[in-house]
């Protein structure tokens, strides 16, 4: 299974970005796909993620109301639309799969990994 995460950039305060996360190598649709981040000199943490099903979506509360995961089986890719965003969102965003399972946070429940795309949130 090989992920690859693309679309990041330079945006401004307020502005909007969709990074894409395309799957290949396997049967896209059995797979949860969840997104997480690292900011500069922090830990990487959990974003959102969406089920295989693309039934279930879930955020963490500092994007939530903000950023939408939705899914595209037939380009097998999962999105990343990120409104208003803050100078805070900046960070290199990794796309993550594992086959079936449900809307986990822990990146340990994740076994694969995408190389990460960078987002710059700055005036």
């Known amino acids: 299974v090989q992920l690859q995460a693309s679309g990041g950039g330079l945006v401004q305060p307020g502005g909007s970005l969709r ?28 974003v959102g993620t969406i089920t295989f ?10 994007v939530k109301g903000r950023f939408t995961i939705s899914r595209d089986n ?28 449900s809307d986990y946070r822990n990146e340990k429940m994740y076994h694969y990994w995408g190389q990460g795309t960078e987002v710059t949130v700055s005036s």
């Open 74 to 101: 037939a380009k097998n890719t999962v999105y990343l639309q990120m409104n208003s965003l803050k100078p805070e969102d900046t960070a290199v965003y990794y796309c993550a799969a594992r086959q079936y399972g």
């Open 53 to 62: 099903s693309g039934t279930i979506t879930s955020y963490a509360d500092s």
């Open 19 to 46: 990074v894409s996360c395309e799957l290949a190598g396997r049967t896209f649709s059995t797979y949860t796909i969840g997104w997480f981040r690292r900011a500069p000199g922090k830990e990487r943490e959990f």
